[in-house]
T-cell receptor, first 112, second 114 residues
């Protein structure tokens, strides 16, 4: 089945630790995105990548880093510099000549 | 700056009671408006894309419409399984190209009681 997978589903982090969230897609999409969702707020763009080996900052990139070494994979690292990392993180991809972004199931990150 | 406002924040309906959700937007040239459905603890599920004023799209009990300033998601004879958060997002044109950035509203939480 084609789709987007994110792992883990739940992640707990101690203050001062870096953690990496996984996002994989087998849709052959060129573009991939990371969003953050907080209660009562809309999704906010963290980073995006339109092609392998290239990525750009979104609206709230501070404290996050990404890489895009393979078309299928776009991991997000939440660094210790991120002041308030507890949130629901969503990965999306877009391709096939359409504007539609398709989302993965999400990772809920909690800082202890 | 692109902005999206959804209303109401929450809507409670009885099964079979039709209603509409509103999405008002301001954008510097609309490339597309998107509707998603999100269940608790899950990722958003794509419903519709609308590109130009006057366009309408339907899927089962849902119909989305678009004007130059807002979009409506009409729900006809809803069922309890339609309960979810409905998200609206816009994509702007940017110098003739678009990297696909979506600006989201905060969502409308719909609850349908049996």
């Amino acid at each position: 089945d084609g789709g987007i997978t994110q792992s883990p589903k739940y992640l707990f982090r101690k203050e001062g630790q870096n953690v990496t969230l996984s996002c994989e897609q087998n849709l052959n999409h060129d573009a991939m995105y990371w969003y953050r969702q907080d209660p009562g707020q809309g999704l906010r763009l963290i980073y995006y990548s339109q092609i392998v080996n290239d990525f750009q900052k979104g609206d709230i990139a501070e404290g996050y880093s990404v890489s895009r070494e393979k078309k299928e994979s776009f991991p997000l690292t939440v660094t210790s510099a991120q002041k308030n990392p507890t949130a629901f993180y969503l990965c999306a991809s877009r391709g096939g000549g359409t504007d539609t972004q398709y989302f993965g199931p999400g990772t809920r990150l909690t800082v202890l | 700056e692109d902005q999206v406002t959804q209303s109401p924040e929450a809507l409670r309906l009885q099964e079979g009671e039709s209603s509409s959700l509103n999405c008002s937007y301001t954008v510097s040239g609309l490339r597309g408006l998107f509707w998603y459905r999100q269940d608790p603890g899950k990722g958003p599920e794509f419903l519709f894309t609308l590109y130009s004023a006057g366009e309408e799209k339907e899927k089962e009990r849902l119909k989305a419409t678009l004007t130059k300033k807002e979009s409506f998601l009409h729900i006809t004879a809803p069922k309890p399984e339609d309960s979810a958060t409905y998200l609206c997002a816009v994509q702007a044109r940017a110098g003739g190209t678009s990297y696909g950035k979506l600006t989201f509203g905060q969502g409308t939480i719909l609850t349908v009681h049996p």
